[in-house]
């Protein structure tokens, strides 16, 4: 008796929980997204400290190298908060994080064991879960995606 009650009630949380992650993945592309569009944004206009940034960490072709940053980051997160091409996106940019990490917080990155909130305090941290997230789960059923290819958001 006691175990068919808490059977059912675990199916109950399982047809809940399910319920919530279309929503969920919306919000986390349109949040993540819209920081991206903003980050890549802000670095068009600022093209020169990029490129100088990138030249000080040995980034070959920096020039051409943080205009294709920028054009992913500014395009990338436009792309993620309309859910198109999401997991493609998604996957370009979780690469970019992790560039970020070995070029910029390669401290960060090596102290992933030893010190963990040194790793989850680094700026890119909270980008490259998001990223991850879509890659993984893609963009839910809130999606262009979803509505292209009339799958109910399995992208």
């Known amino acids: ?3 068919r009650l808490l059977t059912k009630l675990y199916g109950l ?9 279309s929503p969920f993945l919306l919000l986390v592309r ?3 997204g819209f920081q991206m569009m903003q980050t890549g944004w802000g670095k068009l206009h600022n093209l020169a400290k990029v ?6 960490l040995g980034i070959p ?13 500014f395009v990338g997160g436009i792309l993620i908060m309309l859910g198109l091409g999401s997991r493609l996106v998604a996957l370009l940019l979780t ?13 960060a990155l090596f102290s992933i064991f030893s010190d963990p909130d040194k790793f989850y305090a680094a700026a890119p941290y909270t980008f490259l879960i998001a990223f991850l997230i879509v890659l993984i789960f893609g963009p839910g059923r809130f999606s262009l995606d979803a509505v292209l290819t009339k799958n109910g958001g399995r992208t």
Do not use: H, K, N
Not at 51 to 56: D, K, L, N, Q
Not at 95 to 107: F, Q
């Open 51 to 56: 490129t100088g940034f990138f030249t000080s």
């Open 1 to 3: 008796m006691v175990v």
């Open 61 to 73: 072709l920096p020039g051409v190298t943080a205009r294709c940053i920028v054009g992913l980051e």
């Open 13 to 21: 949380l399982i047809v809940a929980a399910s319920s919530l992650q």
């Open 95 to 107: 690469c970019d994080m992790l560039v970020a990490y070995i070029a910029a917080d390669r401290e």
């Open 30 to 32: 349109l949040y993540w």
